[in-house]
């Protein structure tokens, strides 16, 4: 952003000023103009269009959709492959152990549910929306929040194009633009940069628990028609994590002889030699996995943090202004491992919000009673003691979780909170054990520069870095000796590197931007909390299709 008070800013205004093309960002569209068509009602969206930076497993549950949109299947929406089958395996190294899924809680069963490409989704959730006026605009990123004198959110700026990496116009330049609403909500997804600041000027998490994520990889492949089941789910935990480490698998077959296949990493794991990109390869090797993914061909790789916390993590969701929904506050159901229809729910939430705040005049602060009131919120109190049970190990965690699950259906008289943030709890280097991974294949496991290149992942040339350090010093000085910097290992895209610079007779911390597919995980986890991430030039990072 330059900061020059003279540049010229088009400005326009709005009812309400959505920011975000996903789930909940686009349901609150569609609800609010199904409320009020007469509401003027925007969306931004810093990928390149709709549904480029959306990333999820994903077996969808409709029960939002239904809601929203009750004549999807006549509108031809992409959800097709109904689940038919389920299995749930507990791994140890060479063989996985079969859960009966009549013994799993109601949450991990999925019947009913249909295997879906989420970025598809939200593809025709943007032609819904349009159709009834909303105005999206893909390819710009909202990097900077307005407020008002009062100190209530007016609305937002999206980011300068065309500048260089030190701040100065190019040829290219162009301004960005002012775009201000009565509302504005906030629906960037997990770990939202303009979502961040909310939370933290209005002290919107000052009686909630610290909030948790994860970083979930996924992978599509095509493989040999006798090893397709369409509208099979397979998930599993164990190996190849250590008993104290959550996570877990998903596989799942959707059309065309396509697997989903993927991984979900706490990102509260303790030894900083631990590589999330890693362990979710080496899974692939299992005999239980390899034997479906052999002789088949990996056509698409991404990541994404995913926010985990559940209930008690979750900010309150209004301030003077503006709402937050979806992933940007929270509102993922983490057994079910579910976070559209949820999403969805909170953008519907909001739209009603909206709609009696415009018209009948009320706060905001009645977005607390209709969510209180609602499914969503429900659903989200059964489930609030089955992450933080985590900390126990995998073993301990089950059994609880079945007992509350199953017997006291998630009504136990108590809730767990979560003790630490992600980045408070990597152990000393000097007092973890190094792992040693296997090296890459190239058929079952591969390199993070041949994944990176599945995701399309773009960014302008010489524009400024969009992974800000707080401290230039403090990579080499503190992380580097402290952790072994684990920037280099969590990071599943291979932005960050060390390297020693004979000249100067010292290391050196790397940033390739270029490789950044907006996953987050270096601004949740980096220990000191120095990685700040903000929204490079729009249009850039991943180019999802089908994920």
Same mark, same amino acid.
């Given at each position: 952003?330059?900061?020059?008070?003279?540049?010229?800013?088009?400005?326009?205004?709005?009812?309400?000023?959505?920011?975000?093309?996903?789930?909940?960002?686009?349901?609150?569209?569609?609800?609010?103009?199904?409320?009020?068509?007469?509401?003027?009602?925007?969306?931004?969206?810093?990928?390149?269009?709709?549904?480029?930076?959306?990333?999820?497993?994903?077996?969808?549950?409709?029960?939002?959709?239904?809601?929203?949109?009750?004549?999807?299947?006549?509108?031809?929406?992409?959800?097709?492959?109904?689940?038919?089958?389920?299995?749930?395996?507990?791994?140890?190294?060479?063989?996985?152990?079969?859960?009966?899924?009549?013994?799993?809680?109601?949450?991990?069963?999925?019947?009913?549910?249909?295997?879906?490409?989420?970025?598809?989704?939200?593809?025709?959730?943007?032609?819904?929306?349009?159709?009834?006026?909303?105005?999206?605009?893909?390819?710009?990123?909202?990097?900077?929040?307005?407020?008002?004198?009062?100190?209530?959110?007016?609305?937002?700026?999206?980011?300068?194009?065309?500048?260089?990496?030190?701040?100065?116009?190019?040829?290219?330049?162009?301004?960005?633009?002012?775009?201000?609403?009565?509302?504005?909500?906030?629906?960037?997804?997990?770990?939202?940069?303009?979502?961040?600041?909310?939370?933290?000027?209005?002290?919107?998490?000052?009686?909630?628990?610290?909030?948790?994520?994860?970083?979930?990889?996924?992978?599509?492949?095509?493989?040999?028609?006798?090893?397709?089941?369409?509208?099979?789910?397979?998930?599993?935990?164990?190996? !190849?994590?250590?008993?104290?480490?959550?996570?877990?698998?998903?596989?799942?077959?959707?059309?065309?002889?396509?697997?989903?296949?993927?991984?979900?990493?706490?990102?509260?794991?303790?030894?900083?030699?631990?590589?999330?990109?890693?362990?979710?390869?080496?899974?692939?090797?299992? !005999?239980?996995?390899?034997?479906?993914?052999?002789?088949?061909?990996?056509?698409?790789?991404?990541?994404?943090?995913?926010?985990?916390?559940?209930?008690?993590?979750?900010?309150?969701?209004?301030? !003077?202004?503006?709402?937050?929904?979806?992933?940007?506050?929270?509102?993922?159901?983490?057994?079910?491992?579910?976070?559209?229809?949820?999403?969805?729910?909170s953008g519907i939430i909001a739209a009603e919000t909206i709609q009696q705040h415009l018209y009948d005049k009320?706060?905001?602060?009645?977005?607390?009673?209709?969510?209180?009131?609602?499914?969503?919120?429900?659903?989200?109190?059964?489930?609030?003691?089955?992450? !933080?049970?985590?900390?126990?190990?995998?073993?301990?965690?089950?059994?609880?979780?079945?007992?509350?699950?199953?017997?006291?259906?998630?009504?136990?008289?108590?809730?767990?909170?979560?003790?630490?943030?992600?980045?408070?709890?990597?152990?000393?280097?000097?007092?973890?054990?190094?792992?040693?991974?296997?090296?890459?294949?190239?058929?079952?496991?591969?390199?993070?520069?041949?994944?990176?290149?599945?995701?399309?992942?773009?960014?302008?040339?010489?524009?400024?870095?969009?992974?800000?350090?707080?401290?230039?010093?403090?990579?080499?000085?503190?992380?580097?000796?402290?952790?072994?910097?684990?920037?280099?290992?969590?990071?599943?895209?291979?932005?960050?590197?060390?390297?020693?610079?004979?000249?100067?007779?010292?290391?050196?911390?790397?940033?390739?931007?270029?490789?950044?597919?907006?996953?987050?995980?270096?601004?949740?986890?980096?220990?000191?909390?120095?990685?700040?991430?903000?929204?490079?030039?729009?249009?850039?990072?991943?180019?999802?299709?089908?994920?």
């Amino acid at each position: 952003m330059i900061e020059n008070q003279n540049i010229q800013r088009e400005e326009m205004s709005y009812d309400v000023v959505i920011i975000g093309a996903g789930p909940s960002g686009l349901a609150t569209a569609i609800e609010l103009k199904k409320l009020n068509p007469e509401t003027s009602v925007c969306i931004i969206e810093k990928g390149s269009e709709v549904g480029a930076h959306i990333l999820s497993g994903n077996v969808f549950e409709t029960k939002a959709l239904d809601e929203l949109i009750p004549d999807w299947k006549e509108k031809n929406a992409p959800i097709k492959t109904k689940v038919s089958m389920e299995e749930f395996l507990f791994l140890n190294k060479k063989n996985g152990m079969n859960i009966p899924t009549w013994l799993l809680p109601k949450s991990l069963q999925n019947h009913g549910n249909y295997i879906i490409s989420l970025a598809n989704l939200c593809r025709w959730l943007g032609e819904q929306a349009e159709a009834l006026e909303v105005e999206i605009f893909p390819g710009f990123a909202a990097s900077e929040i307005i407020y008002n004198e009062d100190g209530s959110v007016a609305g937002i700026q999206t980011g300068d194009m065309g500048v260089d990496k030190e701040g100065q116009p190019k040829d290219t330049f162009e301004p960005g633009i002012i775009l201000k609403g009565k509302v504005t909500v906030f629906a960037e997804g997990c770990r939202g940069h303009l979502g961040k600041q909310l939370i933290k000027k209005f002290e919107l998490d000052k009686n909630s628990s610290p909030q948790q994520y994860g970083i979930g990889f996924k992978e599509i492949w095509e493989v040999d028609e006798t090893q397709h089941q369409e509208g099979k789910v397979l998930h599993s935990v164990g190996w !190849p994590l250590d008993p104290k480490t959550y996570g877990g698998s998903f596989c799942y077959h959707a059309e065309n002889n396509q697997i989903y296949i993927g991984y979900v990493i706490g990102l509260d794991y303790q030894n900083p030699y631990l590589s999330p990109y890693d362990e979710f390869q080496q899974f692939k090797t299992h !005999p239980k996995i390899s034997k479906i993914l052999k002789g088949g061909k990996r056509i698409s790789y991404g990541a994404r943090a995913l926010i985990e916390g559940g209930l008690q993590s979750l900010p309150q969701m209004h301030m !003077p202004g503006a709402l937050l929904v979806g992933c940007d506050a929270g509102t993922l159901n983490m057994p079910k491992i579910k976070g559209s229809h949820t999403a969805m729910k909170s953008g519907i939430i909001a739209a009603e919000t909206i709609q009696q705040h415009l018209y009948d005049k009320k706060e905001l602060s009645v977005f607390d009673t209709i969510f209180k009131n609602s499914w969503l919120y429900q659903e989200l109190y059964e489930a609030r003691n089955v992450k !933080p049970s985590f900390r126990w190990g995998l073993i301990p965690a089950m059994i609880f979780t079945a007992i509350d699950q199953l017997i006291f259906k998630g009504k136990l008289p108590f809730t767990l909170n979560h003790l630490h943030a992600d980045h408070e709890t990597l152990k000393l280097a000097k007092d973890s054990k190094k792992i040693d991974y296997p090296k890459y294949d190239g058929q079952l496991t591969f390199d993070k520069a041949s994944s990176v290149y599945l995701t399309g992942t773009n960014h302008a040339e010489n524009q400024i870095i969009h992974l800000q350090l707080k401290d230039p010093k403090l990579p080499i000085s503190y992380t580097l000796e402290k952790f072994d910097e684990p920037s280099i290992r969590y990071c599943p895209a291979g932005v960050y590197d060390i390297q020693y610079n004979k000249e100067k007779d010292e290391s050196e911390f790397i940033i390739n931007s270029q490789n950044c597919i907006h996953c987050k995980t270096c601004d949740i986890k980096e220990p000191s909390q120095n990685i700040n991430w903000v929204t490079p030039e729009g249009g850039g990072g991943p180019n999802y299709a089908n994920m």
